[in-house]
Nanobody
Framework: VQLQASGGGLVQAGGSLRLSCVATGRTFRDWDMGWFRQVPGKEREFVAAIRWSGGTRLYADSVKGRFTISRDNIKNMVYLEMNSLKPDDTAVYYC???????????????????WGQGTLVTVSS
């Protein structure tokens, strides 16, 4: 099982980026998927998650209304559309996946079994 994240880069505050994550090694249509981010020297934090069916999406308060998570189960892809970016969004973004988990644990790092390598997002002021 491998996850490969891409789409990071340098963007000005107020701009947009779309992160992509492709999952290989098995079919992921029945697995939950999430995005997390980490700033050097700080703990990794939850950003967004989407249930295997796509019917439930969960967001951190800090990104609610600005970020949208989606998935394409045919392509084994998960996306993170990021709008109205702020300098505080600067971080390495990681995608992760896990077999179906409880809704109450979707935002927990410990719930996820597999992680991508991360893609750097830098937002300049």
């Amino acid at each position: 099982v491998q996850l490969q994240a891409s789409g990071g880069g340098l963007v000005q505050a107020g701009g947009s980026l779309r992160l992509s994550c492709v999952a290989t090694g098995r079919t992921f249509r029945d697995w939950d998927m999430g995005w997390f981010r980490q700033v050097p020297g700080k703990e990794r934090e939850f950003v967004a998650a989407i249930r295997w069916s796509g019917g439930t999406r969960l967001y951190a308060d800090s990104v609610k209304g600005r970020f949208t998570i989606s998935r394409d189960n045919i392509k084994n892809m998960v996306y993170l559309e990021m709008n109205s970016l702020k300098p505080d969004d600067t971080a390495v973004y990681y995608c992760a996946t896990t077999p179906r988990t409880a809704h109450s644990t979707l935002a927990m790092i410990s719930s996820y079994d597999y992680w991508g390598q991360g893609t750097l997002v830098t937002v300049s002021s």
